[in-house]
T-cell receptor, first 114, second 114 residues
């Protein structure tokens, strides 16, 4: 049973437009959420995170929104750039596990075309 | 470059064999995590070590084992290999045992079982 779901395997966006990547979770014990970006032949790299006490966190072109009641979070990239083309993983953690483990979604491949 | 080094990068072996994957964490990091990424799957947490001791266990098969040595490098041992063990194995590290921040991932070891 997948506890973190990214239902869109891929997303195509034009350069300069907004990219919205979605993530749903089922485990109500999760209270910390992260996004990782992965380029081919590289390991995932941390992008942005949000705690459940917030509903929004912004870092430059990247904003993560959290809707706890819907158990849904999204990553907005504005404006999108070709260099943003990568696989984006949503991940969740919780105090029950001592935040020692991350549960990842399957990822969404973002393609930003010039 | 995340500072996490994994060897080998690629490994091809036969069913029933045993392999060892090695990970050197970032300098100063005490926690090491192992993740498995199979085809079309997200990253599945296997196991975490902190300063030489096992701290958390995920979906790790009994045929798999790991350890962290006094110099903090870690090894993941996979035995009685099956075709389904073919995957990308990532090591990640962090400074703290309890981590709500980012993990630093290596580039992964791609295991192919024939």
């Amino acid at each position: 049973d997948q506890q973190v779901k990214q239902n869109s395997p891929s997303l195509s966006v034009q350069e300069g437009r907004i990219s919205i990547l979605n993530c749903d979770y089922t485990n109500s014990m999760f209270d910390y959420f992260l996004w990782y970006k992965k380029y081919p032949a590289e390991g995932p790299t941390f992008l942005i995170s949000i705690s459940s006490i917030k509903d929004k966190n912004e870092d430059g072109r990247f904003t993560v929104f959290l809707n706890k009641s819907a158990k849904h979070l999204s990553l907005h990239i504005v404006p999108s750039q070709p260099g943003d083309s990568a696989v984006y993983f949503c991940a969740a953690s919780g105090s029950r596990s001592g935040y020692s483990t991350l549960t990842f979604g399957k990822g969404t491949m973002l393609l930003v075309s010039p | 470059d995340s500072g996490v080094t994994q060897t080998p990068k690629h490994l091809i072996t036969a069913t029933g064999q045993r392999v060892t994957l090695r990970c050197s964490p970032r300098s100063g990091d005490l926690s090491v995590y192992w993740y498995q990424q199979s085809l079309d799957q997200g990253l599945q947490f296997l196991i975490q070590y902190y300063n030489g001791e096992e701290r958390a266990k995920g979906n790790i098969l009994e045929r798999f084992s790991a350890q962290q040595f006094p110099d903090l490098h870690s090894e993941l041992n996979l035995s009685s290999l099956e075709l389904g063990d073919s995957a990308l194995y990532f090591c990640a590290s962090s400074y703290r045992q309890v981590n709500t921040g980012e993990l630093f991932f290596g580039e992964g070891s791609r295991l192919t079982v024939l």
